[in-house]
């Protein structure tokens, strides 16, 4: 890898970062009710008193003042207020971010696990009744409503079968004699949320890796180690799957803001007690302050991962020099 | 000659209709989007059903043959709320669909057609709409513009429009060095007359087929927008019906005919846009060979 095409992607990730502090800072400017406005409408408020409070908020400097130093307390982890919690937004976060990881390392070990070996059922087994029935299962499940499927699982799994608990993390107002108790308790409640979340984006992992498969055994390494004798099974598990796996790495990191989006469903549905469902709960509260910090946490973390597998990828694959 | 050009324009609109009538894919999409619009446009004239009227029946009723589909929390007829809501969701599919096309073909038309400056800053901008969680920037343009229902059209529209831009780009370099676009630049034409008198028509098939697709992730979009609160109170539209299901409680006491219903729906229009976007581009794009 050149040092070139690192400079290049640490410049784009900058730029599209600058964009997310672009959207952060004047969106939430632009709209209604300001801090200003909000304190003045006592009625014995006066037009000195105006100045005052402008001035003790910094509002009557030039905007690109103010943005810098919006910027500045960013980088000092200053984030805001919750209007909600009456905490800072980044310790709001902090107590969040746990669950959400949780979550999200659960469904994408069972995503990938699952999509591999569908892609490869799919691809090995092409053009028969189950390619199609693969096929049609990653239809299906793109088409699917996220928030719609767990619904869907809650009432039949939950209500009606009554096998797993229907909400939160573990199970409340009960002590744990110890840690494989809790475990045990984290694993029923995560099993029906990690599913749901697996299964909306295990479709688009079996698709990718089907069609990478069938790239990679047209190949003529392929057709040499058929030549050399070996056998089917050994020519796609040892010499094709490894090299089909790759665009896989790319596609998680791609993939990533579907991610969001389906942990953000999930967690409110099961109410998960993560990033997602906090971000649903300042929605209903209209709590800006941590919407804005929400937004920024999780656009970084996706602009990172991007840049991690652009990385990756060209460390992966060392035909890739642009 | 402008009678041969005709000539050969309708010969490829009757080729391009024939091999949209062999490919069954396309077909299955064709019927499913006719069924919808004329379930969101003749339904509502057919099937007697007021949105405010309140206990119609009991709450949470099932299925009877008075209320084919039961009826949700507030005794409302959930058969008539689903055919109103069609057409919520179509108008909001397609209205959005339209907003991100304009943008993304005006954005990647304009920078495969300049290029240097104009390309590398246009081209920034769309990735960074690529990359970011689109899900969180709709939810966070839909909370500060408040919920009404072309707040929600805006809001997909211009979140969705990057694939759009990448596309038109791509298409419009290719076009851009042909021969007709130099003639006509040779005898004089401007900027914005060869663009759309030259490159549009040559880029647009694979927008429109490509739009057929953003129209399924739009209507995704405003189901998820309205389930998470972000929804237009007054029309009934499928994700407001989740929305209120999930709200309600309708979940944790299983009453299915409330929620599985406009589920089912929604997976029947997104899959009926992207059968039939998926066939356009296998028609229009040659590049494009199933395997």
């Known amino acids: ?322 | 000659m402008e009678n041969a050009k005709k000539l050969a324009l309708h010969r490829k609109r009757k080729q391009f209709v024939e091999a949209l009538f062999r490919s069954k894919m396309s077909l299955v999409g064709l019927a499913i989007l006719v069924f919808f619009v004329l379930l969101a446009f003749v339904g509502p004239l057919l099937y007697d059903y007021d949105h405010q009227e309140y206990g119609a029946g009991e709450m949470l009723e099932p299925p009877s043959k008075a209320f084919l589909l039961g009826t949700d929390d507030l005794g409302r007829d959930v058969l008539g709320e689903l055919i109103h809501g069609a057409k919520t969701s179509l108008i909001v599919g397609v209205l959005a669909t339209l907003i991100s096309m304009v943008i993304g073909t005006v954005v990647g038309i304009s920078s495969g057609y300049f290029g240097g400056r104009i390309d590398a800053f246009l081209m920034r901008v769309t990735d960074a709409f690529l990359v970011l969680p689109w899900l969180p920037l709709m939810l966070v343009l839909a909370a500060l513009l408040g919920s009404s229902l072309w707040n929600i059209v805006v809001v997909i529209g211009v979140t969705s429009w990057a694939g759009t831009a990448r596309l038109a780009r791509a298409q419009t370099l290719s076009v851009k060095e042909r021969q007709f676009v130099e003639r006509a630049r040779s005898i004089g034409a401007g900027h914005v007359y060869i663009m759309r008198k030259k490159i549009l028509p040559n880029v647009f098939p694979l927008i429109f087929s490509n739009t057929v697709l953003v129209s399924a992730v739009a209507i995704l979009s405003e189901t998820t927008l309205s389930f998470l609160g972000m929804g237009d109170v007054l029309r009934p539209s499928w994700g407001m019906m989740l929305h209120y299901a999930f709200e309600a409680g309708a979940v944790s006491v299983g009453a299915y005919w409330f929620f599985v219903p406009p589920g089912v729906c929604i997976i029947l229009l997104v899959l009926g846009f992207a059968f039939l976007g998926h066939s356009f581009d296998e028609i229009l794009n040659p590049a494009l060979r199933r395997r």
């Open chain 1, 1 to 322: 890898m050149n040092s070139e095409y690192l400079l290049r992607k640490i410049f784009h990730s900058a730029i599209t970062l600058f964009i997310v502090l672009i959207i952060n800072y004047f969106l939430f400017r632009i709209m209604p009710g300001d801090p200003v406005s909000m304190i003045m409408r006592n009625p014995n408020a006066n037009p000195s008193m105006l100045a005052q409070v402008k001035s003790l908020y910094g509002f009557d400097k030039p905007q690109l003042v103010q943005f810098a130093v919006y910027l500045r307390e960013l980088v000092k982890g200053n984030f805001g207020m919750s209007f909600f919690y009456r905490q800072p937004v980044i310790d709001v976060i902090g107590s969040r971010l746990f669950a959400t990881l949780v979550l999200a390392f659960a469904a994408e070990i069972v995503a990938i696990f699952l999509g591999i070996l569908l892609g490869k059922i799919a691809a090995v087994r092409r053009g028969e009744p189950v390619d199609a029935a693969i096929l049609g299962f990653s239809l299906v499940t793109y088409a699917m409503p996220t928030f719609w499927l767990g619904i869907v699982f809650i009432a039949f799994f939950c209500v009606h079968l009554g096998l797993f608990p229907t909400v939160g993390m573990y199970t409340s107002g009960v002590t744990f004699a110890g840690f494989a108790d809790k475990a045990v308790d984290l694993a029923k409640h995560l099993f029906l949320p990690a599913v749901t979340l697996a299964v909306v984006i295990v479709g688009g992992y079996s698709m990718i890796m089907r069609s990478s498969l069938l790239d990679v055994l047209s190949e003529d390494y392929i057709t040499t180690a058929r030549a050399k004798g070996l056998s089917r099974r050994d020519v796609i598990n040892r010499h094709a799957v490894p090299n089909a796996r790759l665009p896989i790495i790319t596609i998680i990191a791609i993939n990533l803001g579907f991610m969001i989006a389906g942990a953000l469903q999930v967690e409110t549905v099961f109410s998960w007690p993560g990033i997602g469902r906090l971000m649903y709960e300042a929605l209903k509260a209209r709590d800006y302050p941590l919407l804005q910090g929400i937004f920024l946490i999780v656009s970084f973390c996706v602009i990172l991962a991007n840049f991690a597998a652009d990385i990756m990828y060209g460390y992966l694959d060392p035909r890739i020099r642009y």
